[in-house]
């Protein structure tokens, strides 16, 4: 990994009010058919998922891009509080084995702002400066906006 | 991390029978206070342990030396089964924070063999080749050993 002490630079934050509640939300981001309609901005899509929510368990998605893309994606859930956080890490696949491409831990806070609101937290925290910076340079703040939005609207219909 | 895939030649395993029943064995790892003495190889010591025992809770040893070093190892247990299963990486800090000096997972399975002794197989699991070939040039072998033989001695004394 990296000699450098960890640094809050290393650590890219989404923090917004969504106008749906809590249980809404959870339930998009817990249920495979529900988290395959917002978690990638269009047009890029998710024709898989898989989640076994509990420490250790799959956290599978599959991307498929305009272009015939495909970005799977493996890692496993580090802590899960029923409506109030979600924590995952592509550091490990099911086992707890050790995953090459390990590059962040995304740690997802709810908490209800009144009865139809929710402050939505999420936190990309990675290992080093230069993979903050990629993911930045991806589109970290664009993308993790337009996946929330697509999440609202979808909590929003349920 | 690495672009190697993860081999099985990443891992280290110590896979014995010893001569003490699973609930003494667990107390030896959970126990601040036990695992004090016996988790590394005299003459080296545990001066200080914290265990908060749950997935992200913290597992803190300051390991010292007879020429007067000092090791700190700050990491989390990952997942928790009560005399089955422990596993903790310092990979990550109290929090999910990504941990710098993150260098392996630790897996410990214990299975009871008749009622006074238990299989115990500890498996250290690394992101890379050269982590496990470190860990294995710096005695892992001798040392899990050694420590696992103060374990049995020290379990055998509850």
Redesign the interface.
């Known amino acids: ?6 640094d809050p630079k ?1 650590v890219l934050t989404l923090d917004r009010v969504l106008a749906a509640p809590v249980a809404k939300l959870w339930r998009c981001w817990t249920e495979p058919d529900l988290i395959r309609q917002w978690f990638c901005p269009k047009p890029w899509l998710v024709s898989e998922a898989r989640i076994d929510l509990r ?2 368990g799959e956290f599978y998605t599959l991307m498929n891009g305009p272009d015939g893309e495909r970005i799977p994606s493996l890692g496993v859930f ?2 899960v509080q029923p409506e109030r956080l979600l ?1 995952t ?1 592509d ?3 099911p086992g ?7 590059f ?2 995304a ?1 997802v806070r709810f908490a209800p702002e009144g009865e139809a609101s929710t402050r939505y937290i999420a936190r990309a ?3 080093t400066e230069d993979a903050m910076r990629q993911h930045e340079e991806m589109g970290f703040h664009e993308g993790w906006n337009a996946a929330a939005d697509q999440l609202e609207a979808l909590a929003k219909t349920l």
């Open positions: 990994m990296t000699s450098k002490t960890l290393f420490p250790g580090l802590e924590v890490t550091a490990f696949r707890w084995r050790p995953n090459d491409q390990a962040m831990v740690e925290m990675h290992w």
